[in-house]
């Protein structure tokens, strides 16, 4: 996959996306009365969210896809993605599951010592581990079902990305995800001001085409690399 591959997919996802919650809007329309419309509203709150957690969880994905692609070996990406990739060895280290098909010595009998061996097993393999090819998991990836701004920090976080450039519609993110919530389990009775609602379109918008952004330049200029990264 190339970084123009890339911006490609993640355009055609979020292209759908928005024209759906565009066909859903202009049923509005049809609905003369403005009580009727609140009410309305309340399922396009629905749709919006789940289009802003839907389209994050793949594009993260769609991005660590583009990255297992490169054929990259480990030390050479940018610490957050090499943590990352090595999912497999940091559990099979914290577990300390004495028949781990990667840590294979014998483990000495005296448990006091079982954890510092363990420690200097890992250095030991440490640079093997570095010097494999590099391969992230899809499920690194979790919006939790709730995808608060916290939330999204966390999974731009563990892919190596800026965690906070979206900081400034934390409060519409946040706000979303709760009315959502609040909509879903049968708790809101009130509609929805138009307003309110175009307030939290556009802002999701802009966050949405500004993940694409962030993806797509870290991907052309190749900013997972240690080497180029200025962060």
């Not at 890339?6 to 329309?29: G, V």
């Not at 879903?184 to 379109?201: D, I, K, T």
Request: with cysteine; aromatic share 10%.
């Amino acid at each position: 996959m190339t970084a123009d591959e890339l911006r490609a997919a993640l355009e055609t996802e979020l292209a759908w996306r928005q024209e759906e919650l565009a066909f859903f809007k202009n049923q509005l329309n049809n609905i003369p009365d403005e009580n009727d419309q609140r009410r309305y509203r309340k399922s396009l709150v629905l749709i919006l969210y789940s289009h802003m957690e839907g389209y994050v969880k793949i594009a993260l994905q769609t991005y660590i896809q583009y990255i297992n692609s490169q054929q990259i070996s480990r030390k050479d990406v940018i610490s957050g993605l090499m943590v990352a990739g090595m999912n497999k060895e940091f559990n099979a280290y914290e577990n300390l599951d004495r028949k781990c098909a990667i840590f294979r010595r014998k483990l000495p009998e005296d448990t006091s010592l079982h954890r510092f061996y363990r420690r200097v097993d890992f250095m030991e393999q440490l640079d093997t581990f570095k010097d494999t090819t590099l391969v992230v998991e899809d499920r690194v990836v979790d919006t939790e079902s709730n995808l608060w701004y916290i939330v999204l920090q966390k999974n731009l976080y563990k892919i190596g990305l800026p965690i906070d450039m979206f900081g400034q519609y934390c409060g519409e993110i946040n706000a979303l995800v709760n009315r959502r919530n609040s909509i879903a389990h049968g708790n809101a009775r009130a509609g929805v001001e138009q307003q309110e609602f175009l307030n939290w379109e556009t802002k999701i918008s802009l966050v949405l085409s500004e993940v694409t952004r962030l993806l797509y330049d870290y991907a052309i200029h190749q900013k997972y690399l240690q080497s180029n990264n200025q962060a």
